[in-house]
Structures are given as C-alpha cells and as structure tokens.
C-alpha cells in the first residue's frame, strides 16, 4: 500500500459521501422566487460561495475520481482495480474487506492477494494522477530543452 496515495483515494472517498460527484447550484430564478427580487447583497460572511454550496466535489478529488474511471477503462483487470476503490472507499461506512474480497471473487482467506490488488490500484492511480499533472503542467516534452520557433528580423531599409 502507498501511503500518500491511501489518503488521496481516502479524500476521494470522503468527498464523493458528502457532496457527490458532481454539483448542483441554484438557478437565478429560484434565488427570485426565494427572495422576491434580486438576491440580497454585502452580507457578512464568506464570500467562498462555492464550497459547501453545492459545487461537488474538490480538484484533488476530482482527479482522483478521473484516475479511477480511466483505469477502469483500460482492460478487465482495470475494471477489477475500478470495482475494488468503489468498494474499499465510497461506502460509508467502510464495507468489510471479507466483503469485498466476495464481491471481487477473491479467495476466502486470501488475504496477500486482496493487500496485492490495493498496492497494484495505488500504483495506478499514482501512475495516472502523475500522468495527468504531467499534461496539465507541460512536463510530457521528451527532450531536455524546450523548443522554440524564433526567426531573425531584419528591419527593411537598413543596410551596412
């Protein structure tokens, strides 16, 4: 088990039982309805309207979330390793491992190989959310400098 990765899928799991996988705001016309008018504004308070607002679920979360559908994309064995975060972190409370080693038809008493498939799901999440950072930061250029298109200008009119 990775550790780091353990807590990522952890908060994932945290995230989908309170707020759900995707958000839902009010629309204007309910906040109209609501307050017979325009929304009152220069309350006191937070001006974070979004969390806890019904805005789903944090970045962290959501990447995670990501990672998990892409891996059970990828073959049977990664839709086993999909079935199996489903199972070991969005139940709440947390389902017994004799249930999921059932449900995943892992071996009654074969414990190293239900420990196995959580090292190998933490593997490849950590693999995808470093993959994905990865694009979303520029990081996927083979070579070690980056390239550029700069072209010479020359002022026209100027000779010697």
Do not use: F
Request: proline share 2%; charged share 20%.
């Amino acid at each position: 088990m990775i550790q780091q990765i353990e807590e990522l899928m952890q908060h994932w799991g945290e995230q989908h039982c309170h707020v759900g996988e995707a958000g839902g705001l009010g629309s204007p016309m309910a906040t109209i309805m609501q307050y017979g008018g325009c929304a009152p504004r220069g309350t006191a308070g937070s001006r974070d309207l979004l969390v806890g607002a019904g805005a789903g679920m944090d970045h962290i979360a959501c990447e995670v979330a990501a990672a998990v559908a892409e891996l059970g994309r990828q073959s049977t064995k990664g839709q086993q390793l999909a079935k199996l975060a489903k199972l070991r972190y969005l139940h709440q409370p947390a389902m017994p491992r004799r249930e999921q080693m059932r449900l995943l038809d892992i071996t009654e008493g074969a414990d190293q190989t239900y420990r196995n498939w959580v090292k190998r799901l933490h593997q490849q999440v950590m693999l995808i959310l470093t993959v994905r950072s990865g694009t979303t930061r520029g990081y996927t250029r083979r070579s070690g400098s980056q390239a550029t298109n700069l072209t010479r200008a020359t002022v026209l009119g100027q000779t010697g």
